[in-house]
């Protein structure tokens, strides 16, 4: 069954003190792009991420956005002990000079510029990898089903569609015979106009009518679209990624569309090749969001 490329999915997982949450949100696109969003400092992760992603998808615009969470705090405190007893000797220096009374507390070195600070919190390098790779995986099976869910929806518009294009097909060939003769009767009658009365060469007459006839056959053409309508319900019941296949024979399809369309005399036809062009390209619109 075809899939669309169109989805969204979440994940949740936590390893060695790390835990993330993932959201990967997926649109049409010719190829398979994966854009990442992640914090800086497990930045480091984006080319395993998107390996993992291309893995899983053979085509769209995927978006995938990591976060950090969980009680650990994102920052903590760093004290610069050095540089704190550095601040005590010089108040305490800069009091017993000038005789000022009481001593100097730690609420005074803690106050100094430089002696605390906030840092980010140290990232475990394999147990961030463990976590993100789980929350993504998650992410991807529920991204995959969404998509599946799509993908059913599509494949029974499709079929529906190559059933129309089928029928509008049979009816073309049907009335060529008809348009035939037709054209048969309104070259004789003109004939018999210009010539007043005299006989009719038959012979002459039947040339040109095999002539028009020649012009007119859309046999081939017809047979080509048939085999294209088979070809898109095989890609249908397909587990294989066909979103590029049926690109191109949609392309196809309404290339002998067009083709029957310049052979075609009647109004009737005329009439039926554009109601299929119309089908046609609704299935062109539907196939850009096959993977």
Do not use: W
């Not at 106050?111 to 919190?121: C, I, T």
């Amino acid at each position: 069954m075809i899939r669309s490329m169109t989805g969204f999915g979440t994940g949740h997982a936590a390893h060695g003190g790390e835990e993330v949450h993932v959201e990967v949100r997926s649109v049409n696109h010719k190829f398979c792009e994966v854009k990442v969003r992640l914090p800086r400092e497990i930045s480091a992760l984006e080319l395993e991420i998107s390996r993992q992603v291309k893995d899983r998808l053979a085509r769209g615009g995927v978006d995938v956005t990591v976060r950090r969470s969980g009680s650990r705090p994102s920052v903590v405190p760093r004290v610069d002990v050095a540089l704190a007893a550095e601040y005590a000797r010089a108040f305490q220096e800069i009091r017993d000079r000038l005789g000022l009374p009481g001593a100097v507390g730690l609420a005074d070195v803690l106050a100094a510029e430089g002696v605390v600070a906030l840092e980010e919190r140290a990232v475990v390098a394999e147990a961030a990898r463990v976590a993100v790779s789980g929350a993504l995986g998650q992410a991807l099976v529920e991204l995959g089903a969404m998509r599946a869910r799509e993908g059913e929806a599509l494949s029974r518009d499709l079929d529906g569609r190559l059933a129309q294009i089928s029928t509008l097909a049979g009816r073309v060939e049907g009335l060529v015979p008809t348009a035939i003769e037709h054209y048969r009767g309104r070259l004789q009658d003109r004939i018999q106009e210009l010539m007043r009365g005299h006989s009719v060469d038959q012979g002459r007459l039947a040339q040109e009518v095999a002539l028009f006839a020649d012009r007119m056959d859309v046999a081939e053409e017809i047979t080509r679209l048939r085999s294209h309508v088979e070809q898109m319900r095989a890609l249908l019941r397909g587990d294989e990624p066909a979103g590029r296949k049926m690109e191109f024979l949609v392309q196809e399809m309404h290339r002998e569309a067009n083709t029957i369309g310049s052979k075609s005399q009647g109004a009737d036809i005329s009439a039926l090749v554009v109601a299929l062009k119309a089908e046609i390209e609704r299935m062109r619109e539907q196939v850009q969001n096959v993977e």
